[in-house]
């Protein structure tokens, strides 16, 4: 059990405390808001692994076509950090709630544009080209969102709810996934065949101004962060966070950035759009038709959606460190059991490895906004957890897709793409290992001093 204390109050901020109606506003928007994000995000992906070989990258021929379009999704990581910079920075001396409009509207724009795209054989090489510059947009507005979004919501919490609060915004991803596929598998039945190639898969990257619009309105409704409130009023704010965060917390970006690596590379086999073309892939050994794996990786979603939002709150209760390890003991589990499953060609056995699998993921993914908004000190908070991510992202789940069709292809089998998954999990789990538990500790600026302790194993101070 964590030893460390949930019953501290945080400091008020002078003039403005937050208030049930507060917290109930940012869990709202901040579920709504991430939600529309990771839908766009995710509908990139899934578009990658389906038609946009076909579209964007066929004279490459049918196996390289396949990897570079993989690879337009992993461009986007690399241009998260960033973002992470970006809004870091800005987040860090101007407020968290600016930051998450812009990346909404940015996310959503790059979006709409990449479903009015002319294909290759409209446009050439030009298409190809815009299509990764649309990507990197997306993965710089990916970059700043995640930070700005945990930070509303953790630091509008109090102490013994940060891990339910702190899932509000993790559970966009799988909520993000869920429409994602719900919406391709739909028009999959509405645009079948050669229709869904021509101009079905269109319609979701269109129909995210509608989601956009949504997103924008829930967010400008919310209070900025009581903890920068406090700090801007104390004339307390950082000049220069990010160098700051890496003269002091260097070491600690890198283990939280593995933490979440072991997570990520794990997840991008369903949100990378991997397991989407492997499974329907007609020349492949499983073939199973698009509409139910779509609708299959949909349903996962709904599992994943619960055991995120259940370890935010077991982590109030069991602690965010060991709430991550018993994490990492079930995604190990789901990685061994998903392609003997996958493989049967069936897509009953097709869900239930994906079921399995999202409940380690969601273990692993739950605690992870209270844990980064509680290893770093105020004044860099938000530096330090959207570059945490933005490289946890990177050295995860960027390439997975990739990595794994490049193993498939030189081994012949799934079982070296299993190995791989597993070394990532392993990863994680020792990355989590280093850490100590600091389930409850005070987020305001007048605890600037004990936030500074390090919390990594070995060391004393930053």
């Known amino acids: 059990m964590s030893t460390s204390p949930l019953n501290r109050t945080e400091p008020t901020t002078p003039g403005r405390i937050a208030t049930p109606l507060d917290r109930r506003r940012v869990v709202f ?74 990346t909404l509207v940015l996310m959503g724009s790059a979006t709409a544009l990449v479903g009015l795209l ?97 997103g924008y309105w829930v967010r400008r409704r919310v209070e900025e962060s009581p903890v920068f409130l406090e700090i801007a009023a104390r004339k307390e704010k950082t ?37 989407q073309n492997y499974a329907t892939n007609p020349d492949g050994p499983v073939g199973i038709e698009r509409g139910p794996v779509l609708w299959a990786v949909a349903g996962s979603a709904v599992v994943w959606l619960a055991s ?44 239930l490895a994906l079921a399995i699998l999202t409940v380690g993921l969601g273990f692993t993914y739950g605690p992870q906004a209270a844990l980064y908004s509680e290893l770093f000190p105020a004044s860099v908070r938000f530096s330090g957890v959207s570059i945490s991510y933005a490289l946890g992202a990177i050295i995860g789940g960027a390439f997975a897709p990739t990595i794994a069709t490049a193993l498939v292809q030189a081994t012949g089998t799934t079982w070296s793409v299993t190995l791989y998954l597993a070394g990532m999990t392993l990863i994680g789990l020792i990355a989590t290992l280093l850490l100590r538990d600091r389930t409850g500790i005070p987020l305001g600026p007048d605890h600037e001093a004990e936030q500074a302790v390090s919390p990594i194993y070995g060391r004393a101070t930053a």
Do not use: C
Not at 185 to 207: H, N, Q
Not at 243 to 251: A, D, P, R, T, Y
Not at 327 to 339: A, H, N, P, R, S
């Open 29 to 102: 928007a901040t579920v709504i808001g991430t939600s529309v994000e990771w839908y766009d995000f995710f509908i990139y992906a899934f578009a990658a692994g389906l038609v946009f070989s076909q579209l964007f990258f066929e004279p490459a021929g049918a196996q390289l076509a396949i990897l570079l379009s993989f690879a337009t999704v992993g461009v986007s990581f690399l241009f998260r950090p960033l973002g992470a910079f970006l809004a870091g920075h800005l987040g860090d001396i101007f407020g968290r709630r600016i930051i998450l409009v812009s």
């Open 118 to 214: 002319p294909t290759y054989s409209q446009i050439g090489v030009l298409a190809p080209i815009l299509l990764v510059f649309l990507r990197i947009l997306q993965g710089i507005s990916a970059g700043g969102e995640w930070g700005g979004a945990v930070l509303m919501a953790v630091e509008h919490a109090t102490p013994e709810r940060r891990g339910l609060f702190g899932a509000s915004p993790q559970i966009g991803v799988p909520i993000g996934l869920l429409m994602a596929s719900g919406a391709l598998a739909l028009m999959s039945i509405i645009a079948p065949g050669d229709a869904f190639i021509e101009w079905g898969w269109r319609v979701p990257f269109l129909l995210s101004v509608v989601l956009i619009a949504i």
């Open 239 to 275: 000049k220069t966070p990010i160098v700051q965060l890496f003269k002091k917390h260097s070491l600690l970006v890198l283990i939280a950035a593995l933490v979440f690596a072991g997570n990520n590379a794990v997840g991008y086999m369903t949100t990378g759009g991997y397991i």
């Open 308 to 351: 995120t939002w259940f370890a935010g709150w077991l982590s109030d209760k069991f602690g965010r460190r060991n709430t991550y390890i018993l994490g990492w003991i079930l995604q190990l589990g789901g990685v061994f059991t998903l392609f003997p499953l996958v493989n049967t060609g069936q897509i009953v056995p097709l869900f």
